[in-house]
């Protein structure tokens, strides 16, 4: 079974610009879930997807940050415009489903600002 | 929100050594993850726990679901160079379906 998949997975940009990472999950996950991950922390819940609707961005800098799960399988985060304070790895994540607490992770992206 | 506070924050021991961290919460918990992360990858499922009481093995990994559901604890037995990673604990709170939420991390060091 693949697991979850990102792209890419290292970024590098300046501060005010934009940027898009991907994620594909564990076919046949409906749970999706995108991580931020500062160095020596744990990863911090950005946002939660079942199928394509919102569970909790309760977490989500929603005035730079916006993600999307259109078809309900792939997703895309994307930050606009970055800060330096965004660097940071992003971990996408899945789930068989909302009730399912055992979540797989993808190897993440590594975003640094400048 | 919900705090997990794991500890210690690091550890470094020799080739062999057995290991135990440890993983408190501020609030109940019904279910408890223990996730390993190595470099430069996303963090790997170790164990899962769901019942108070509950001692879960894995290979040469132990881990416990405290009986106030407000802690858990992991063991490793005879460790071993390629342990060396940084483990989470991580749970979901009381409330069905509520956000996951992860420790801090015990970074382990283990000397051939």
């Known amino acids: 079974e693949a697991g979850v998949a990102q792209s890419p997975r290292y970024k590098i940009i300046e501060k005010r610009q934009s940027v898009a990472f991907w994620c594909n999950p564990i076919?046949?996950?409906?749970?999706l879930y995108w991580y931020q991950q500062i160095l020596g922390q744990g990863p911090k819940l950005l946002i939660q997807f079942q199928n394509n609707g919102v569970v909790d961005d309760s977490q989500l800098p929603k005035d730079r940050f916006s993600a999307e799960r259109l078809k309900g399988v792939d997703s895309t985060l994307k930050i606009q415009p970055a800060k330096l304070e965004d660097s940071a790895v992003y971990l996408c994540?899945?789930?068989?489903?909302?009730?399912?607490?055992?979540?797989?992770f993808g190897q993440g992206t590594r975003l640094t600002v400048v | 929100g919900q705090q997990l506070n794991q500890s210690p924050q690091s550890m470094f021991i020799q080739e062999g050594e057995d290991v135990s961290m440890n993983c408190t919460s501020s609030?109940?918990?019904?279910?408890w993850l223990w996730y390993k992360q190595e470099p430069g990858e996303g963090p790997v499922l170790l164990i899962a726990l769901y019942k108070a009481g509950e001692l879960t093995s894995n290979g040469r990994l132990t881990a416990q679901f405290g009986i106030t559901r407000k802690d858990s604890f992991l063991n490793i037995s005879a460790s071993i160079p390629s342990d060396v990673g940084i483990y989470f604990c991580?749970?979901?709170?009381?409330?069905?379906?509520?956000?996951?939420?992860f420790g801090e991390g015990t970074q382990l060091t283990v000397n051939p």
């Open positions: 076919s046949g996950h409906a749970t």
């Open positions: 991580a749970g979901p709170g009381e409330t069905w379906g509520s956000r996951l939420t």
């Open positions: 994540a899945s789930s068989l489903d909302h009730g399912t607490t055992e979540a797989f």
């Open positions: 609030s109940i918990f019904n279910t």
